[in-house]
């Protein structure tokens, strides 16, 4: 059990550590990956009413995507050839999704990257996954990575990455812990956070479930969606910056309307009076844009 009173802070590697500028090359390469990225994948055919179904279909492919990509990408994170033996690869069910080993060491672990993809037209205009793992399981360098995608035409075509959310693991686990507690506080409820057993809380533990914290009082399952933790949380910023980018001349958070407006069974009359209304705001927003 654990009531978190101070807010926690980032501690990033030392920069004594000996994979410190490979870490730090590949931090920044994780945030360009929108420009490299290419796909196999086309979607082609899909009716407006279906486009929410292509996100859960296709990011579990994206995230796999994503690894080899990394693999790739060695001449950019590798430049003279020092981490030859060094490889990129997933892992399910544990923490973290992906790990950098050094196969002539018996794959030994350098640093892990929890890696989650998001369709950003979701219904919920938000991430939906469960990030609970236990701060104490993730190592100094491991990292959270959440990549939001969208299909190049909108519902049809190639996925197209957009900026990603990185952040380090543990301070995510602690912010995520912080903004649950504070929250339950504010409304005086139950705050208390259970912990794994002491033998699972180290980094890069045999199973995810073992070494995951939980809520006393979570009846609505939300616990460990960090995109839920309240005004102040992690993604909260980030978030609004995705909504607000503008994706074929439209703002992201119109696209979303546009999509709601069509998929959720109204008749004709009040489909053309939610559109007429994204549609007076997408021009105000191209106004702005052009002012």
Known sequence: ????????????????????????????LIRTLPN????????KGINATDVYAVGSLFSSAIESSLVEGLNKMRNIWD????????????????FPDVLLVDAIKNDEIIFGI?????????????????????????????????????????????????PPFV????????????????????????????????????PYPAAKKDASDSAENDKGNNFGRVSR?????????????????????????HWLR?????????DDQKIEVSLDRVLNEVKVDIRKQDS
Do not use: H
């Not at 490299?36 to 979607?43: K, L, N, Y």
């Not at 546009?258 to 109204?266: N, Q």
């Open 36 to 43: 490299f990225f290419q796909s196999q994948i086309v979607v």
């Open 114 to 162: 929890e890696l989650k993809a998001w369709y950003a037209l979701s219904k919920e205009e938000e991430p939906s996954f469960r990030f609970k793992i236990d701060p104490d399981a993730c190592a100094k360098a491991d990292l959270l990575v959440v990549f939001p995608w969208i299909l190049s035409d909108v519902i049809a075509g190639q996925p197209v990455l957009l």
């Open 258 to 266: 546009i999509f709601k407006s069509i998929a959720e069974g109204r």
């Open 1 to 28: 059990m654990m009531n978190n009173l101070n807010p926690p802070s980032q501690q990033p590697p030392d920069n004594t550590w000996e994979y410190f500028e490979l870490w730090t090359k590949i931090n920044e």
């Open 229 to 253: 933790a309240g005004q102040g949380s992690i993604l909260e910023n980030y978030l609004d910056e995705i909504l607000n980018l503008y994706y074929l001349g439209i703002k992201i958070k």
């Open 79 to 94: 430049p003279e050839n020092k981490y030859l033996s060094f490889a990129f690869k997933r892992q399910s069910q544990t």
């Open 167 to 202: 952040e380090l693991a543990k301070y995510a686990a602690e912010a995520r812990n912080y903004y649950w507690q504070q929250s339950r506080i504010a409304d005086s409820k139950n705050a208390n956070i259970n912990r794994p057993a002491q033998q699972f809380r180290k």
